[in-house]
C-alpha cells in the first residue's frame, strides 16, 4: 500500500512539473502577416504583422499607403468581445475575432483615423458635428479603409 501510495504522488508531481513546462509556450511571442484587399472590389491592399502571446493577439503593425502604424490590441472593451479592435497612433484598426490558429481566415472590418479636435478645447469633430470628449462617445473618426477581405 505503501509503494503504491509513493507512485501516485510521484505521478502526480511529474504531472505537475510538465504542465508548469507547458505553460512557457503560453508566454512565447510569435508573429503572422496578413495581406488583406479592402473596398468593394479589393483594390486597396493593407498589410497587418501581428504579435501574439501564445495564441492571443496582442499587437497590430498596420501598413498601409507607404505608411506604417503600430498598434496595441484593446481587449478591455465590450466591443472586444465580438471582433479584435487594435489602437495605436491615433488610428484604429477592426477585425473579427481571431488568435493565432486562424488569423488567415478572418477578414479585417475597418481602418479609421481617429477624429481631430477642432471645435475648440474639450471637442472632437465626427463628420462635422461637434461633441464634448468627456462623453461616452461612440465617435467615428475618418474611414480609411472598410470591407477588408483576406487575400
Not at 16 to 45: I, N
Not at 126 to 142: K, L, Y
Request: charged share 15%.
Amino acid at each position: 500500500m505503501k509503494k503504491t501510495h509513493i507512485l501516485l504522488v510521484t505521478v502526480l508531481a511529474a504531472g505537475t512539473l510538465a504542465g508548469c513546462a507547458g505553460s512557457s509556450d503560453s508566454q512565447q511571442l510569435s508573429q503572422k502577416t496578413v495581406e488583406y484587399a479592402c473596398g468593394p472590389g479589393g483594390e486597396q491592399p493593407l498589410t497587418v504583422q501581428y504579435t501574439f502571446r501564445g495564441d492571443e493577439a496582442v499587437s497590430a503593425r498596420v501598413i498601409h499607403v507607404n505608411q506604417t502604424v503600430e498598434m496595441v490590441r484593446l481587449n478591455t472593451t465590450h466591443s472586444d468581445m465580438v471582433g479584435n479592435t487594435f489602437r495605436g497612433g491615433g488610428y484604429t484598426w477592426t477585425t473579427g475575432r481571431f488568435d493565432h490558429g486562424d488569423v488567415n481566415d478572418v477578414d479585417g472590418d475597418m481602418l479609421m483615423q481617429d477624429a481631430l479636435p477642432s471645435a475648440g478645447p474639450g471637442y472632437s469633430t465626427a463628420q462635422g458635428a461637434a461633441s464634448p470628449t468627456g462623453a461616452a462617445t461612440g465617435t467615428v473618426g475618418n474611414i480609411l479603409l472598410r470591407d477588408c477581405r483576406v487575400s
